[in-house]
């Protein structure tokens, strides 16, 4: 038993727990604290990504007490993949923000440990109510990280975020206390035993507790209706913030992922496919209206706000559809549109802290220093988010498009996808000509200005490298895509993993009963 | 008893519903007060309504209540405790900065946005 399973949560709940303890006034030790802090957990969930890679997994019992009556974590190719995506995303954001960011407001570095701590637990954990647990920590964190800094628009903005996601816990309460009305367990591997052999007579209730939890995924994903809270909150957080928040929607899709896929649904299974005759309309709306949203955008950082709604329906279209090939084409556009998202928000902060007062809004203003450099930047962040080739949005969105040609209305689903793509394209290529190629003209520095003075380097190298992750992922598609075909496999071949957890032939066992 | 609890959780969860469908911040708070209620006693009906029985193992007892729930309840306690708390801070500071505890920062009637 590997001892390192549990590192992605312990590691960064010490860390925060002693920078606020010990490191509270002391912004340098703060910074070399969680950046180190955050580079070991890169290194630990590379290893944890390799150890999974032999397709079993792994089960870590908390205090040794044996599963069901224990809480467990588990890893396995799912959460490997999930921890190394946060962990990369994670540390070009703490990189862009120890250059200056984490200033205005205390506790940035402990908040943002906190963070990681909810993020990890929630990829890890293999029990309903830790979920439930790990949810809210990282929710609170984020509650913090988003106050950081205040200003009367994000304190009117995050009552709102706060409510919504307070009433989503007390939804994901009801189901859960449901659930386990129902099958009188909480742990994952036991309920997808224990589901298949409820009767009839408590079959409803059941539906009715799985029902529930998918709405509250889908609030975290930001599926139509359940989207409002996510272009005010996303816009109006400062870009770091949001950009470690691009994770966020997709743990909604993990736990949809984990609970629906690979718990409750399953071939013939009376509680898998609830949710689909619904998933795929609203997504389709989802797509049009983060799309929309994308021509109406007023700033960059709103552009991505909305491009995270868009990214999002294309997800949720691909992860509607049944079928392991459908999960891996949804894995593939889900660790894409992520780096995407992220890499937006940190250029929409670079572009805000050069350009004065028009920050990043989209009107012309004058030329700023290394525009060069950062149109670049945004030119292959559109590249990818629109998904025009060769990079992997491109490449996520074929992929997505063949998934989906097992969908009796398809050719509707196509035009969808590719008459927004169209559109997304033309809001993106509206932004740029107006923020980088219609400078007014400059009004050079006279000597009363103030000496222009040294920019720091870290943020823009956080932020070019995370724009490159997408190209490596397009120049690594072809091992990328096996891999997640098995983690795919993995998912939907549960037998493994309940076996990992509950010990060797449960199903039989409970058969017996 | 199965009435009580199950009228009880339905009163709680629309009291909280309508409240928290209010347009100043204030009735909002209570209303996420009301559903934490709400939940709470659900949660706690989910093991089964049983009266007089301990939930810890006493060679004593004739049958037990499932202890599971009252851990879950514990949990929901705490967690729903700290975040209305935050919330009231929050509702406060907004209210302070924005000059208005309308829920969207702004008074109705208010003309153009802040």
Redesign the interface.
Known sequence: MSHWIIAPVVVPALVAAFLVLAARFDLLLQRTFSIAATVALLAIAAGLFVLASDGVPRAYPLGAWPAPFGIVLVLDRLSALMLLLTQILALAVVLHAAAGWDRQGRHFHALFQFQLMGLNGAFLTGDV?NLF?FF?VLL?AS?GLF?HG????R??T???Y??VN??A??LF??A???I??VTGT?NMADLAVKAGQVGPEQLGLLRTGVALLFVVFAVKAALVPLHLWLPGTYGVAAAPVAALFAIMTKVGAYAILRVHVMVFGGEGSATGGLAEPWVVPAAVVTLILGTLGLLAARSVQRLAAFAVIASMGTLLLALAMPGADATAATLFYLLHGTLAAGALFLLADLLAERRGAVRDELVPAPAFPQLDLLAGGFFLAAIATTGLPPLSGFLAKVWILDVLRAHPAWPWLWAVILGTSLLAVLAFARAGSLVFWKSTATALPTAADPPPRTRPVLPVVATLALVALPALLAAFAGPIARDLEATAAQLHERTAYVEAVLGPRPVARAAED | MELLIASGVGALTAVGVYLCLRGRTFPVVLGLSFLSYAVNLFLFATGRLVVGRPPIIDPAAAGYTDPLPQALVLTAIVISFGMTALVVVLALRGFLEAGSDQVDGREPGAEGRR
């Open positions: 109510f647990v809210e609170i509650y106050l205040a200003g009367a628009a304190l009117v995050g009552f709102k706060v409510t307070l009433l816990s007390t309460l009801f859960v206390g449901t386990y009305a909480l």
